[in-house]
């Protein structure tokens, strides 16, 4: 489909997001099936949450060199094969038998994970005009809080009741389905630019866009550090400081699962008018609901509404921040652009949880919050700074 056309393209839209759904779900699945796990296997529980920090892992080490070795393939092609690789690491975690097989088939799914997201998540920027990018990635990241919202815990719930590995091999009948719905309904994409006549390549290390991408990447890492080291520990901090009930814990994370879905709204109706207001009011509105989580702690009228409203802005932050990129890398480097992104994304979650523990240990998690506000407005000063740099630049050529 060609991205000059003026119609939105709903189908593929909800296509992508769809697939992305069930990606995520994928990624975070084991989460909720811990004790299973790890009471099958033999193994202790971190061991078996240590398979999450594999798969990001692996998404960080491979998204960009398998983007830059497929980027000559059809983009449709690649994300049908792509899934079909994701049924293959399903049915392997379904049915494997020890420890280090399911590390294996965990190994395969962050593989395809980090080139699904290098394909999928510039998808929509060939399928649309950049006037709707906004809103288009704002409908596709929706698949990725509907897996948070209803997919990790109905995989949960399957896996409750008819033992964990049900939960994996019903995800692969699932995405054995959306193959077929992609194969027939995904509208193709030209996504590589024609030269114009008499026109020299130039290496992808000298794209004029590279810039603004570094600082996309590094505002992606800075929010999702300071998002990961608190939210990873999100369940401590309720049961001790707020004193929520253990049993109540479930209901407030749906909740602020929940209040995400307002933040893709506006995500959609304000990053392509506003793109840089959009990204920096975001990111401050996470730090400020944070700051104010960690001074009334103790309060929990006070505590839930600001969660809302941290939820309100990190579901805004991601869609924006993609939006972003799509706006500013060039077509030839938005797979590669996306790629990065899903690599700065997931260093950003091994990050976060892994300085959100050491602090959890060596002062206690009632200092998380300040330490996520803090880091948030870091990343707001280090875009702001970078984009009025950038602009400086670019002006001066």
């Given at each position: 489909?060609?991205?000059?056309?003026?119609?939105?393209?709903?189908?593929?839209?909800?296509?992508?997001?769809?697939?992305?759904?069930?990606?995520?779900?994928?990624?975070?699945?084991?989460?909720?099936?811990?004790?299973?796990?790890?009471?099958?296997?033999?193994?202790?529980?971190?061991?078996?949450?240590?398979?999450?920090?594999?798969?990001?892992?692996?998404?960080?080490?491979?998204?960009?060199?398998?983007?830059?070795?497929?980027?000559r393939f059809p983009r449709k092609t690649l994300v049908i094969v792509v899934l079909l690789v994701f049924v293959v690491s399903s049915v392997l975690t379904g049915l494997a038998p020890n420890y280090p097989l399911l590390v294996a088939a965990r190994v395969l799914g962050g593989l395809a994970h980090g080139l699904?997201?290098?394909?999928?998540?510039?998808?929509?920027?060939?399928l649309v005009p950049k006037k709707f990018l906004g809103r288009a990635?704002?409908?596709?990241?929706?698949?990725?809080?509907?897996?948070?919202?209803?997919?990790?815990?109905l995989g949960t719930a399957i896996g409750h009741a008819f033992g964990w590995r049900s939960s994996f091999l019903v995800m692969a009948c699932v995405i054995l389905v959306l193959v077929v719905v992609a194969a027939r309904?995904?509208?193709?994409?030209q996504h590589l630019e024609p030269l114009v006549t008499g026109e020299i390549p130039l290496p992808l290390r000298k794209d004029k866009t590279i810039p603004g991408i570094i600082l996309i990447c590094l505002t992606v890492v800075l929010l999702m550090t300071?998002?990961?080291?608190?939210?990873?520990?999100?369940?401590?901090?309720?049961?001790?400081?707020?004193?929520?009930?253990?049993?109540?814990?479930?209901?407030?994370?749906?909740?602020?699962?929940?209040?995400?879905?307002?933040?893709?709204?506006?995500?959609?109706?304000?990053s392509d008018r506003f793109p840089r207001a959009a990204l920096a009011g975001s990111l401050l509105v996470i730090a400020l609901s944070v700051l104010v989580i960690g001074l009334f702690a103790g309060t929990p009228?006070?505590?839930?509404?600001?969660?809302?409203?941290?939820?309100?802005?990190?579901?805004?932050?991601?869609?924006?921040?993609?939006?972003?990129?799509?706006?500013?890398?060039?077509?030839?480097?938005?797979?590669?652009?996306?790629a990065y992104l899903t690599t700065s994304f997931n260093i950003g979650i091994g990050v976060g949880a892994l300085i959100g523990a050491v602090i959890l240990d060596a002062v206690g998690v009632g200092v998380l919050p300040y330490v996520t506000a803090?880091?948030?407005?870091?990343?707001?000063?280090?875009?702001?700074?970078?984009?009025?740099r950038l602009r400086r630049r670019a002006a001066a050529k």
């Amino acid at each position: 489909m060609d991205a000059k056309n003026t119609t939105f393209p709903w189908v593929g839209i909800f296509t992508l997001a769809a697939l992305i759904f069930t990606s995520v779900t994928i990624e975070f699945l084991p989460t909720g099936l811990l004790p299973e796990i790890a009471t099958e296997l033999g193994v202790s529980q971190s061991q078996v949450g240590i398979l999450v920090s594999v798969f990001a892992g692996t998404v960080v080490l491979s998204a960009a060199p398998l983007a830059t070795l497929t980027r000559r393939f059809p983009r449709k092609t690649l994300v049908i094969v792509v899934l079909l690789v994701f049924v293959v690491s399903s049915v392997l975690t379904g049915l494997a038998p020890n420890y280090p097989l399911l590390v294996a088939a965990r190994v395969l799914g962050g593989l395809a994970h980090g080139l699904f997201w290098a394909v999928v998540g510039a998808y929509s920027a060939h399928l649309v005009p950049k006037k709707f990018l906004g809103r288009a990635v704002a409908i596709t990241a929706g698949g990725g809080t509907a897996a948070f919202v209803l997919g990790v815990p109905l995989g949960t719930a399957i896996g409750h009741a008819f033992g964990w590995r049900s939960s994996f091999l019903v995800m692969a009948c699932v995405i054995l389905v959306l193959v077929v719905v992609a194969a027939r309904i995904l509208p193709p994409v030209q996504h590589l630019e024609p030269l114009v006549t008499g026109e020299i390549p130039l290496p992808l290390r000298k794209d004029k866009t590279i810039p603004g991408i570094i600082l996309i990447c590094l505002t992606v890492v800075l929010l999702m550090t300071a998002h990961n080291l608190f939210y990873t520990y999100i369940a401590p901090f309720l049961l001790g400081p707020v004193g929520v009930p253990s049993a109540s814990v479930a209901l407030v994370l749906f909740l602020y699962g929940s209040a995400a879905v307002i933040g893709l709204v506006f995500a959609g109706a304000l990053s392509d008018r506003f793109p840089r207001a959009a990204l920096a009011g975001s990111l401050l509105v996470i730090a400020l609901s944070v700051l104010v989580i960690g001074l009334f702690a103790g309060t929990p009228w006070i505590v839930f509404p600001a969660l809302v409203i941290w939820s309100i802005g990190f579901g805004m932050a991601p869609p924006v921040l993609q939006a972003r990129m799509l706006h500013t890398a060039s077509r030839r480097m938005r797979d590669i652009a996306s790629a990065y992104l899903t690599t700065s994304f997931n260093i950003g979650i091994g990050v976060g949880a892994l300085i959100g523990a050491v602090i959890l240990d060596a002062v206690g998690v009632g200092v998380l919050p300040y330490v996520t506000a803090g880091v948030t407005l870091l990343a707001v000063v280090v875009f702001l700074a970078g984009d009025v740099r950038l602009r400086r630049r670019a002006a001066a050529k």
